[in-house]
Structures are given as structure tokens and as C-alpha cells.
């Protein structure tokens, strides 16, 4: 069985888009070696993807509590921060969630259309965001339990724009649709560790009007260590090679860079 199959069939992995399985396994193969190429894909495909949920949550069982949640007229809002708070990148952002959008649409003007990469469970921020009903959300990530789970979670609570989240790749896509704002929220740093230059050129492959780019400023475990100057650093090297304007808004758990972009 060769390597990316083997992985596939992995009960951890599963879950995961297989496009991504096997562009992780060839990059391994290159780098490392056969030989060595099934552990580090494994390392890789962890930390991009697992490393975010101290430990996999149920989702079934979560999906099941936020509609005995809603059935018991529970508030929509807390019963949707319980799910949030299973992934560590939306978690972090439970306590700037009333300012987040707000603050970064004061720079970009409320968005008629919006593309999340690698939303995570962050599309169920939408109930913060206060868009127009007519606003086209689209979001996709490669964790296809995850985007069901989503997509079932819509149909419960039925918000004003419904999210389409979808299964795909940001490093294997080429064509992105048009949208005022694109969000890619603690996401260049996983896409650069994929591969150098992933982020950037993820970025500059968006047809939007602005993208907005974050940063943790803590480490998975609760650390600071630099984080923030670190990746202030990392960002701004990037924009000034690619000459990028953009705006930073520091909030307490998120590092966000609004780029004005015209591309
Ligand atoms: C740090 S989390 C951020 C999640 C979300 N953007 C947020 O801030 O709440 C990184 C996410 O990127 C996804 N991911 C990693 N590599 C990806 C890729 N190449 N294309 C699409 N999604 C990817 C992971 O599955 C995970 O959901």
C-alpha cells in the first residue's frame, strides 16, 4: 500500500481531505526520503490540523447538544460558544468576539461577500458579524468531519446569511471567487510550515478587496513567548516584498493585519 493511502485509511486521519494527505506525502517523500517520508507526513498532517483540538472532539455528540440546547430555548449565543471553544483558534477569540468584526469591518466596510480559508469553526462567528442578509459567506477547510458537521449545524440554526462551507484546499486551489473580504484567520503561519511561501502566495492568489490576516499571539499551550513580535516580524518582511498596504489592530488573544488589496 503506498504511503498516502496507508494514511488515509489511518483511523486519525480520516477525517482529513485526501488532496492534502497526498501533496503532505510527496513533499516528504522529496525531502525526507521513502524511507522516512510516513513519519514526517504524519508529524505534518498533526500539526496543521489535530494539534488545534486539545483532544478530537465528538462532534456528533456537540451537534446533538447545541439542538437540546436550542430545543430548551437556551441563549443562541452560548450555545454556540460552547462549540467554539472545542477548537483552540476560535476559543482564544471567545473574549474579542463582540469587537473582532466590528473593529476590522470599521477598515473594511461591512463585506457583501466573504471567503473564510481554512475556517476552522469560525464560520459560526457569523452570528457576530452582523452582515446583510444578502451577503455570500463561503468558507472551506480540508477537514471533512468538520465541514459536515458545519453544514449540519447550519440547518439547526439557520442564520441570516447561511455560511456554504465547503472541502478544499487552500495550497491546492487555484481559483478563488471574488469576494470584498477574505479571511485568513491564524492561517499563514500553517500554510507557510506546509510549505515556504504557501501564505504569500495564498494570499496574492485572492480576488478580493481586502484580506484579513491573523496571528496567535499565544502558543497552543498558553504561552507568549515573542509570539507577537515574532509574527509582526514575519508579517511585515512578507508586505514589504510584496508591497502591501495594510492596517494592524491588536486585540488581546488575536494579531490581525487588514491588507488593502487591489489584486
Ligand atoms: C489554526 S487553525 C485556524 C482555524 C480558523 N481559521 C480560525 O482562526 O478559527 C488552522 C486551520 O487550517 C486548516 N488547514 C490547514 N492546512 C490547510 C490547507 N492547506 N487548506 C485549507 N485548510 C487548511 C486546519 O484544518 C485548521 O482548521
Redesign the pocket.
Known amino acids: 500500500m503506498n504511503i498516502a493511502k496507508k494514511i488515509e485509511e489511518s483511523r486519525k486521519y480520516k477525517p482529513l481531505y485526501k488532496g492534502?494527505i497526498e501533496r503532505i506525502v510527496d513533499n516528504a517523500v522529496t525531502k525526507y526520503g521513502e524511507k522516512n517520508a510516513e513519519k514526517e507526513a504524519r508529524n505534518m498532517l498533526h500539526q496543521?490540523?489535530d494539534a488545534?483540538y486539545g483532544i478530537r472532539p465528538n462532534l456528533k455528540k456537540a451537534l446533538t447538544r447545541l439542538k437540546g440546547d436550542l430545543k430548551e430555548g437556551k441563549n443562541e449565543k452560548e450555545a454556540i460558544k460552547k462549540i467554539l471553544a472545542l477548537?483552540?483558534?476560535?476559543n482564544e477569540?471567545l473574549e474579542v468576539l463582540d469587537r473582532f468584526y466590528k473593529d476590522i469591518f470599521e477598515i473594511t466596510g461591512v463585506p457583501n461577500s466573504i471567503i473564510?480559508?481554512?475556517?476552522?469553526?469560525?464560520p459560526l462567528t457569523v452570528f457576530w458579524m452582523n452582515l446583510p442578509k444578502e451577503t455570500i459567506y463561503q468558507a472551506?477547510?480540508?477537514?471533512e468531519e468538520?465541514v459536515s458537521f458545519l453544514k449540519k449545524a447550519f440547518t439547526v440554526l439557520k442564520p441570516i446569511p447561511v455560511p456554504k462551507v465547503q472541502v478544499?484546499?487552500?495550497?491546492?486551489?487555484n481559483e478563488f471567487p471574488k469576494a470584498d473580504v477574505a479571511?485568513?484567520?491564524?492561517?499563514y503561519p500553517?500554510?507557510e510550515m506546509?510549505e515556504k511561501g504557501?501564505g504569500i502566495t495564498a494570499i496574492e492568489k485572492q480576488k478580493c478587496k481586502y484580506a484579513v490576516v491573523?496571528f496567535?499571539t499565544k502558543t497552543i499551550s498558553g504561552k507568549e513567548k515573542g509570539m507577537t513580535d515574532f509574527y509582526t516580524k514575519q508579517f511585515e518582511i512578507a508586505a514589504q516584498s510584496k508591497k502591501w498596504e495594510y492596517k494592524k489592530l491588536h486585540f488581546p488573544t488575536e494579531l490581525v493585519f487588514v491588507i488593502l488589496w487591489s489584486g
Open positions: 492534502t496543521i490540523w488545534y477548537h483552540s483558534s476560535t477569540r473564510d480559508c481554512a475556517c476552522g469553526l469560525n472551506f477547510d480540508i477537514d468538520e478544499g484546499d487552500v495550497i491546492n486551489k479571511l485568513f484567520l491564524k492561517t500553517v500554510l506546509q504557501a491573523s496567535p
